[in-house]
Nanobody
Framework: QVQLVESGGGLVQAGESLTLSCAASGNIFSIVTMGWYRQVPGKQRELVARVTIDGTTSYADSSVKGRFTISRDNAKNTVFLQMNSLKPEDTATYYC???????????????WGQGTLVTVSA
């Protein structure tokens, strides 16, 4: 059984920083892609950033590029999202995603974390 556990969310003021962490547990050989998505009530979940096993990163759009940095520790199956210069519009529930997870029982397509709330006050 694979589980993703997020941490690091909370309430901050505009301009401050937060770092989210997500650790994948279970009997895992490797995870091809890990990423962060976010969702606000009434809207679809949207990609924020993702990073492949070789360290290639991509960011959804210019609103986070330059402020957010995604990274991962392959040995610990952990992904991080460093968020700087936070804005009220970054307020959302942030979800960790793991894609193509190789285990002794085969390759699983996708797992999601339970979400962590980030609230940025003006």
């Amino acid at each position: 059984q694979v589980q993703l556990v997020e941490s690091g969310g909370g309430l901050v003021q505009a301009g401050e920083s937060l770092t989210l962490s997500c650790a994948a547990s279970g009997n895992i050989f490797s995870i091809v892609t890990m990423g962060w998505y976010r969702q606000v009530p009434g809207k679809q979940r949207e990609l924020v950033a993702r990073v492949t096993i070789d360290g290639t990163t991509s960011y959804a759009d210019s609103s986070v590029k330059g402020r957010f940095t995604i990274s991962r520790d392959n040995a610990k199956n952990t992904v991080f999202l460093q968020m700087n210069s936070l804005k009220p519009e970054d307020t959302a529930t942030y979800y960790c995603n793991a894609n193509s997870i190789r285990t002794p029982w085969g390759t699983f397509p996708e797992f999601w974390g339970q979400g962590t709330l980030v609230t940025v006050s003006a």
